[in-house]
């Protein structure tokens, strides 16, 4: 018996369509921010420099120097918060001329216009499964529950700011339990962004998530299901595509929102599963073979386009096309080939009080083309393995805080020499209806429930009750 996914995506897509309109869409709004903070950085490094051509600071004004270290003293009045040297702690300049608020960022001034925001973020889940280790069947993805009972898979710190009026810069640290309470810290995310070069330009340079898709961008306080769609887990492993690396991005002139993107990477290790990844399980049984760049040919490029067209005053659609380009570390010529489309559809009406209420329909269709070398040792035949898949999921923000969600997904791919080994193979597919509660902009309690069918395994029901909490204006939600 097969889960009736067709009906399912069907009901999803009629749904949709007899609703009416959406919101202004996300892509082109953060453009616009964009070309404001620039504005703003470029006004704030105009009036610093009048400053300090009018007036001079009094001798014994306090510096705050790079090796003391900033400690935050939280405010007696409506007075802004203050450092231990004597500088300030603020949202920006023109904010400290008020009360501090707890959905301000906790922001440090340095000088001018330079500024450092902080926040945390906490997501955890407790809940049951017929599996026994969900880990090492059902739930592939790093943030993912691990285990029957409590999982806490993302702890975030996370930093942004202005380092100067052509740069803004962003970290993100991730704390991790696994099954045993032990912590692993990763460096998600630390890269620098561009804020004003010529010919609507945008350069990003770093340790960065590839602008691949919709989703594979997103950190998992911003995903709309408890767990990471089976489609990502194939083509691009439990973390996700990320890696050290550059990307250019145009603004493309035209009256909707268009931008192109090209990224390049090291594409090594494994949050670049598909890649040179030096794991068995990513070389599909096969002994990695360590490979060096040695030239252009050995980076991963990452090409993806978006586009907005507003269909109505409340209807948005957003469509967009990726690719992942690269060697893989299963032969010496070994390559993989990664396509992906994605769309996305919104409809709010003019009369939306707060953003509800709102119906949001996303879907993320990917192909994977793996070249796996011989390996005579594994005993292993050289074959091309295909891999592909997608993803559909519905939103329904029925009420001031509460959303409905539902989503279907299929994987498969053919027949390789190691599938009865490899969970990231096979035909699989899962439904996962849920409903989501947020008590404020730094909380949300989500309930889930998935539905499991694969290849290497039979039906598997969990439950799975999310928890999230935020510190710092970072993680507000955005309904």
Not at 4 to 33: F, M
Not at 103 to 132: C, E, H, K, L, Q
Not at 234 to 256: I, K, M, Q, V
């Amino acid at each position: 018996m097969k889960i009736p996914y067709l009906t399912l995506l069907i009901c999803a897509s009629a749904g949709v369509a007899a609703a009416s309109a959406a919101q202004i869409d996300p892509e082109v709004v953060q453009s616009l921010k964009r070309e404001l903070e620039e504005l703003r950085q470029r006004t704030r490094a105009i009036e610093e420099k009048i400053n300090q051509l009018e007036t001079s600071p009094p001798a014994d004004t306090p510096a705050i120097t790079n090796s003391a270290p900033a400690v935050l003293t939280p405010p007696a009045t409506n007075a802004p918060p203050t450092l231990a040297g004597g500088g300030t702690v603020g949202t920006n300049a023109a904010a400290l001329k008020k009360a501090w608020s707890a959905s301000d960022p906790i922001t440090v001034i340095r000088s001018g216009s330079s500024y450092m925001n902080v926040s945390f973020g906490v997501v955890g889940n407790v809940g049951w499964s017929t599996a026994s280790d969900v880990s090492k069947s059902l739930q592939l993805g790093d943030h993912d529950p691990i285990q029957r009972g409590f999982s806490l898979r993302n702890a975030e710190l996370a930093f942004d700011g202005a380092v100067d009026p052509y740069f803004k810069g962003f970290a993100n640290i991730a704390l991790k339990l696994d099954q045993n309470n032990g912590t692993d810290i990763e460096l998600e995310e630390a890269y620098l962004l561009s804020t004003s070069l010529p010919g609507n330009l945008q350069l990003k340079a770093g340790q960065f998530n590839a602008e691949f898709g919709r989703q594979n961008s997103q950190h998992p306080h911003q995903w709309a299901f408890v767990d990471q769609p089976l489609i990502l887990n194939r083509a691009f492993g439990p973390d996700g595509l990320r890696n050290p690396g550059a990307r250019l991005s145009w603004l493309a002139p035209t009256p909707n929102y268009t931008e192109l993107f090209l990224g390049v990477f090291n594409g090594q290790g494994g949050t670049a599963f598909s890649f040179r990844d030096p794991d068995m399980v990513a070389t599909h049984g096969r002994t990695p073979l360590e490979r060096n760049i040695t030239g252009p040919g050995d980076f991963l490029y990452v090409p993806h386009v978006s586009s907005s067209f507003e269909l109505t005053r409340s209807q948005t659609l957003v469509v967009g096309a990726s690719g992942a380009f690269g060697p893989n570390d299963s032969g010496p010529h070994s390559r993989t080939e990664i396509y992906g489309v994605d769309t996305y559809w919104k409809w709010k009406p003019a009369n939306a009080g707060g953003g509800f209420p709102f119906v949001g329909w996303q879907n993320e269709a990917l192909y994977r083309r793996y070249g796996a070398a011989a390996d005579a040792v594994a005993g292993l035949p050289a074959e091309t393995l295909h891999d592909w898949g997608l993803y559909s999921q519905l939103l329904y923000g029925f009420r001031q805080g509460w959303v409905a969600g539902l989503r279907g997904e299929y994987v498969d791919g053919n027949t390789g020499a190691f599938d009865p080994m490899d969970v990231y193979r096979g035909e699989r597919e899962r439904v996962s209806p849920n409903i989501t509660w947020y008590p404020s902009e730094f909380s949300k309690i989500r309930l889930q429930y998935n539905l499991d069918h694969g290849q290497l395994f039979d039906y598997e029901h969990s439950v799975w009750l999310q928890f999230e909490f935020g510190l710092g204006a970072h993680s507000a939600h955005k309904f």
